[in-house]
């Protein structure tokens, strides 16, 4: 068999068509007609009151540190199972980061875990939609309200899922998604901050344009532009834009490709249920076949698991490292327990996903995987 990569980006069709589009056209800077219409795309599917176009998801949570108006002394409460970025973003305001662990069913957060750790300092609730599956949004939601907190949605991987019939990103006051090639809709590198909350829509536009108030002077809305607050360079060129909407006409098709393939890998492993710990998706929540993942009993298992799948030419891979046990953290911050963060950081393997993955390379990836544990 071939080499089984563990992702290739998928190609639509019409990015090249759209690329060539904009190279031809006068404008390739960002803000241009494509990036008009992946965000009306955005507000019209999802309901946001504001969508704008970044560079990264990093980005669009680093936006939504400056909204939040974040600043040193504050706290801000989020998963210790997540990319670093979640974090990066609110340090770089001069928050404090307040760790929670994960779920023992899912890597998602415990959000019975958060309320603990809300003080008088606390600004903000960020959650991390992990694999795509909505962590409770009741719960959170109604945290948030009883305390007054601002929640930040990191959908990085949730485009297109739901939480009781509403999508993911349109819950919480801010949201942030990604469009890395790893992820379901792709455009090399780029983002979307959405916005939910009606208070944040001018300034996020104004943060967006460089701490400027450009798009309002193009809108004729103002006779000149200028610098009315922090900013900096956030939204992408056209011609991220345009690869972006070549993927967003095909988000039906892509996401139709993406659950088969999930669903295939599950019916094969389900036997594997006492011995491994399969995916959960919750009554609530919907999946969006953004990964497959299953989490062996130990790091050694693991470890061999992964060595013997590469024996057969597959590259399947674990994930995140908990971020309270980060070199940076335990440098600054008092030591703190979080075994389940642990566990999936350990023991969590991530099986190869993307559009193209024929029956038969998904067969091999399976029977490798029983092999195994045979």
Not at 106 to 118: K, L
Not at 144 to 159: F, H, P, S, T
């Amino acid at each position: 068999m071939k080499k089984i990569t563990f992702n290739r980006p998928y190609i639509t069709g019409n990015e090249i068509q759209y690329l060539n589009k904009v190279l031809g056209s006068t404008k390739i800077a960002g803000n241009g007609k494509y990036t008009k219409k992946c965000q009306s795309y955005f507000v019209n599917k999802y309901g946001f009151k504001k969508a704008l176009l970044t560079t990264s998801c990093t980005d669009a949570l680093e936006m939504c540190a400056i909204l939040a108006n974040i600043s040193s002394g504050d706290e801000v409460i989020m998963p210790s199972y997540t990319f670093v970025s979640t974090a990066n973003a609110f340090l770089l305001r001069g928050a404090k980061i307040k760790f929670v662990d994960s779920r023992e069913d899912h890597p998602g957060m415990n959000e019975d875990t958060i309320e603990a750790n809300i003080t008088d300092k606390t600004k903000a609730i960020v959650v991390v939609h992990y694999a795509g599956v909505a962590v409770d949004m009741d719960k959170v939601m109604s945290l948030a309200n009883k305390y007054d907190l601002l929640v930040i949605e990191d959908a990085a991987q949730a485009i297109d899922s739901y939480y009781k019939d509403t999508p993911l990103g349109s819950i919480g006051h801010l949201s942030s998604f990604s469009f890395h090639e790893t992820k379901n809709i792709i455009s090399g590198e780029g983002g979307l901050l959405a916005i939910n909350d009606g208070e944040f829509t001018q300034r996020s536009e104004i943060i967006w344009e460089k701490g400027t108030n450009r798009s309002a002077f193009f809108r004729g809305e103002v006779d000149k532009y200028g610098w009315v607050d922090i900013g900096s360079s956030f939204l992408p060129s056209e011609l991220i834009a345009s690869f972006l909407y070549a993927q967003l006409e095909q988000l039906v098709v892509i996401q139709s490709q993406r659950k088969k393939i999930w669903t295939q890998y599950f019916e094969f492993l389900k036997t594997l249920k006492n011995k491994v710990q399969l995916p959960n998706i919750p009554e609530y929540a919907t999946n969006n076949a953004h990964m497959f993942y299953f989490v062996c009993s130990s790091i050694e298992e693991r470890t061999a698991l992964l060595s013997h799948l590469k024996e057969k030419n597959i590259y399947a891979v674990f994930h995140y490292q908990s971020l309270h046990k980060s070199e940076f953290f335990r440098n600054n911050n008092h030591k703190k327990l979080m075994p389940l963060s642990d566990r999936y950081s350990d023991c969590l393997v991530r099986l190869p996903f993307y559009i193209g993955l024929t029956d038969d390379e998904i067969n091999y990836v399976a029977e490798s995987v029983l092999e195994f544990y045979k």
